[in-house]
């Protein structure tokens, strides 16, 4: 296999086809995408390789693989630091969670 | 709910990945990279797009065969034609079903879609197992959804593998001669779209 | 300049190939032909790294009979599959 993402063929179970709504951080995660995307800062070729590159492909949810993919660009082209991505994101969870 | 972020939400059984994207949000505008109103311009880009739009295309091209020859040489010059944006740097072709071939969308690698047209793919399509199955047994694949071509009808799958996005022209449905494009494009869904199921005249009284 | 036209018979090199590919393992080796010519485009195995993908290669829709990719495809064998393939994946047929 050239990669865990390539699964055309593979055997797999029955289709589930229920849509779950579209929550806000995954329209977020759209947008910052796109928004990258339209001022040449990431592309979808880099974008689909960060994707490909993550250990945890099979485990994570669409939006998540694709929020995992751009916090890998961003840090990779020193956009943004990890440290400061693990920083931020620990605030808001511990905002979220009323601590 | 603190300052004011349009972006605030109330945790529940959220993906630790939320407060990742909002982070990389926060960090990106804080430092110039983006701006808020680039990433509302996104949000309502995508909001905009809907399956809508392909339906549109579809009921145009059923009741106007000068455009239906358009659409399927220039899909994108069709949709401007109808007042749509399809720009995109992938290309956008409508693959036509006809009596004996019955067409099927997929990406096996990722879950391309023409989204500049059509907006977001359902979640079934950027699935594990539908990714995995459409290629291999479109037909058992098309079963789960209601629908079964003929054994002399061709079925083919369109694998968008790579710079082509793909949606299906189905054919227009019997019984459908007096409805105007409005009605006829009520009769086009997301999945006839995509190839999983075909329109039919029933599905006008659904509503 | 294209190597191939509509209707040659081409083979999907059965390579493999470190990084981004766009080409399916499942038609790794299998034989079809030309369906369309799409045109040129830079090569995304680069694009994925930042590189330029330039010089651009010619993108083809190759055909398929269902029964020559799958063994045991449980379908009728009028089935097709089609994929959209770069020229440097593509081989003639009967090379090899």
């Known amino acids: 296999m050239s990669g865990v993402h390539d699964i055309g063929g593979s055997p797999s179970g029955p289709i589930d086809r229920s849509q779950h709504e579209v929550e806000d951080w995954e329209r977020l995660a759209d947008a910052i995408n ?16 960060a994707i490909e590159s993550l250990p945890d492909y099979k485990d994570l ?9 751009t916090e890998k660009l961003l840090v990779e082209k020193g956009i943004l630091t990890q440290a400061e991505i693990d920083e931020k994101a620990g605030e808001l969870e511990r905002r979220w969670s009323g601590s | 709910m603190s300052d004011g972020h349009p972006h605030e939400e109330v945790p529940q059984e959220r993906s630790p990945y939320a407060a990742r994207i ?16 680039e990433i509302q311009d996104r949000i309502e880009y995508m909001e905009s797009r809907t399956p809508a739009n392909g339906a549109k295309l579809v009921a145009r091209a059923w009741t106007d065969p000068a455009f239906k020859e358009r659409l399927l040489s220039n899909a994108k010059a069709a ?22 071939v019955h067409n099927l969308i ?3 690698l990722c879950s391309c879609y023409p989204r500049a047209v059509l907006g977001r793919p359902p979640d079934w399509y950027k699935s594990f197992e539908y990714r995995s199955r459409a290629v291999r047994e479109p037909r058992a ?22 710079d082509v996005r793909y949606m299906v022209l189905p054919m227009r449905p019997e019984r459908t001669e007096g409805m105007d494009e409005e009605e006829l494009a009520a009769l086009v869904t997301r999945d006839a779209l995509v190839g999983v199921s075909v329109p039919r005249f029933e599905d006008a009284a659904a509503n | 300049m294209t190597a191939f036209t509509r209707g040659d018979r081409v083979r999907v090199r059965p390579a ?19 369906s369309s010519v799409l045109g040129h485009f830079p090569n995304p195995e680069d694009l994925a790294y930042g590189l330029s993908g330039i010089p651009a290669r010619t993108l083809y829709r190759v055909g398929f009979r269902q029964p020559d990719i799958w063994t045991g495809y449980e379908g009728p064998a009028g089935d097709r599959l089609y994929a959209d393939v770069y020229e440097h994946w593509l081989e003639p047929e009967g090379e090899r």
């Open chain 2, 141 to 162: 694949v098309m079963r789960e959804f209601g629908f079964e071509p003929e054994e002399n009808v061709e079925v083919a799958v369109f694998d968008s593998t790579a």
């Open chain 2, 79 to 100: 949709a401007r034609e109808l007042g749509l944006d399809p720009t995109h740097e992938a290309e956008f072709i409508a693959v036509e079903n006809k009596p004996e």
């Open chain 2, 22 to 37: 909002r982070a990389m949000e926060d960090l990106l505008v804080g430092k110039g990279v983006l701006t808020e109103a």
């Open chain 1, 61 to 69: 949810g669409y939006y998540e693989r694709w929020t995992a993919a």
């Open chain 2, 106 to 108: 997929v990406c096996t």
């Open chain 3, 16 to 34: 493999g190939k470190p990084g981004h590919v766009r080409t399916p393992d499942y038609l790794k080796g299998r034989s079809g032909w030309i």
């Open chain 1, 34 to 49: 796109g928004a990258l995307g339209g001022k040449g800062l990431q592309t979808t070729d880099q974008h689909r390789r």
